[in-house]
C-alpha cells in the first residue's frame, strides 16, 4: 500500500531561520510529487510541482527535492518569517494512476 | 480567474438527509476528484473523474455518488447523511497529460456537520 510520511507533525522555530520538512513516500514508481500550503480553515494552495525526472524546483524562498532512490522529498523554507505559519502537506502521484497520496502534513509555526 | 469553485462553504445536515456538494473549474482539466479532510488522517480519496462521463472510486467511496455531466462539473451527493460524514470536503482538479496527473488545483472546502 502507498504511504506518504512526514515528520515533524508539528514544528515552532524562531523568525529568520532556515528549515526543512521532510516528506517521505513508499512507492518507487512516483510520477509527481507536490508541496501544498494549508492555513486554518482555509483550501490547499500548490507551493511546488516536483516530476520525477527532476531534482528539484524553486520558488521564491522555497526550495523542495525529490529523491527517488531513498524515497524521500523535502521542502526547504529559507530565512522563515510569521506569515510561513501553515500546515505543509506532500502529496505522491505514481505512474499509470490518477491518484494523490496525501501525507497528515507538518504544522509550522514562525514566532515573530 | 477562478480556479476551482466549492459550494456552499459550510453546511449542517439532520442524519438522513441527502444534499450534493458543488465543485466547478474553469481550467478546463480533464482529472477531477473529491477528497475528504479529518483530524489526524489526512486527505482521502472519495471519487475522481478522468473526463465526461467517466467517474470511478477512491479510498472511501461509500455513502458518496459523483456524475460528470460536463468537463466543468463534477458534484458529489451524499445519499444519506450520517454523523460519520462530518468532515471537510475539497474538490481538485488538474490537467491530465499522457495519462498521468500534472499540478493539482484545490478549491476552498466544504464544511460539513451532521447531526
Known amino acids: 500500500k502507498q504511504e506518504v510520511t512526514q515528520i515533524p507533525a508539528a514544528l515552532s522555530v524562531p523568525e529568520g531561520e532556515n528549515l526543512v520538512l521532510n516528506c517521505s513516500f513508499t512507492?518507487?514508481?512516483?510520477?509527481?510529487l507536490q508541496w501544498f500550503r494549508q492555513d486554518p480553515g482555509k483550501g490547499l494552495t500548490s507551493l511546488l510541482l516536483?516530476?520525477?525526472?527532476?531534482r528539484e524546483q524553486t520558488s521564491g524562498r522555497l526550495n523542495a527535492s525529490l529523491d527517488k532512490s531513498s524515497g524521500r522529498s523535502t521542502l526547504y523554507i529559507a530565512a522563515s518569517q510569521p506569515g510561513d505559519s501553515a500546515t505543509y502537506l506532500c502529496?505522491?502521484?505514481?505512474?499509470?494512476?490518477?491518484?494523490?497520496?496525501f501525507g497528515t502534513g507538518t504544522r509550522l509555526k514562525v514566532l515573530a | 480567474n477562478a480556479g476551482v469553485t466549492q459550494t456552499p462553504k459550510f453546511q449542517v445536515l439532520k442524519t438522513g438527509q441527502s444534499m450534493t456538494l458543488q465543485c466547478a473549474q474553469d481550467?478546463?482539466?480533464?482529472?477531477m476528484s473529491w477528497y475528504r479532510q479529518d483530524p489526524g488522517m489526512g486527505l482521502r480519496l472519495i471519487h475522481y473523474?478522468?473526463?465526461?462521463?467517466?467517474?470511478d472510486q477512491g479510498e472511501v467511496p461509500n455513502g458518496y455518488n459523483v456524475s460528470r455531466s460536463t468537463t466543468e462539473d463534477f458534484p458529489l451527493r451524499l445519499l444519506s447523511a450520517a454523523p460519520s460524514q462530518t468532515s471537510v470536503y475539497f474538490c481538485a482538479s488538474s490537467y491530465s497529460a499522457g495519462g498521468v496527473n500534472t499540478e493539482a488545483f484545490f478549491g476552498q472546502g466544504t464544511r460539513l456537520t451532521v447531526v
Open positions: 516536483i516530476q520525477s525526472s527532476q
Open positions: 512507492d518507487s514508481a512516483i510520477y509527481n
Open positions: 502529496a505522491e502521484t505514481t505512474s499509470g494512476t490518477y491518484k494523490y497520496i
Open positions: 473523474s478522468v473526463g465526461a462521463g467517466i467517474t
Open positions: 481550467m478546463n482539466h480533464e482529472y
